[in-house]
């Protein structure tokens, strides 16, 4: 099982930016992707999940209307859109599945897999 991050970058206040997510040696056909974020000094925090159907999603309240979760079963690949970014949104972003746990924000930092991050630098 792997998951590869990838996307990331330096955007002013207000920007964009698409983050990618790569699963290898499992399908996100039939597992949750979760995506977490990291600041220096700070707590984990989930950030955003889509379940197996596809049709389940999850988000924090501090994300809620400005980051999309999607996915492509062709492509292997969950995305993360993040929209109208804030400085506050500073951190690395991982994602993660598990092969047992469903889709909730609450449920997040149990996920067994996790990949490595992706940077997200948002300048003020």
């Known amino acids: 099982v792997q998951l590869q991050a990838s996307g990331g970058g330096l955007v002013q206040s207000g920007g964009s930016l698409r983050l990618s997510c790569k699963a290898s040696?499992?399908?996100?056909?039939?597992?949750?992707i979760g995506w977490f974020r990291q600041a220096p000094g700070k707590e984990r925090e989930g950030v955003a999940c889509?379940?197996?159907?596809?049709?389940?999603?999850d988000y924090a309240d501090s994300v809620k209307g400005r980051f999309t979760i999607s996915r492509d079963i062709a492509e292997n690949t969950v995305y993360l859109t993040l929209n109208s970014l804030k400085p506050e949104d500073t951190a690395v972003y991982h994602c993660?599945?598990?092969?047992?746990?469903?889709?909730?924000?609450?449920?997040?930092?149990?996920?067994?897999?996790w990949g490595q991050g992706t940077q997200v630098t948002v300048s003020s």
């Open positions: 040696g499992f399908s996100v056909r039939y597992y949750p």
């Open positions: 993660a599945t598990d092969f047992e746990l469903q889709c909730a924000i609450g449920r997040l930092p149990a996920y067994d897999y």
């Open positions: 889509i379940g197996s159907s596809g049709y389940s999603t």
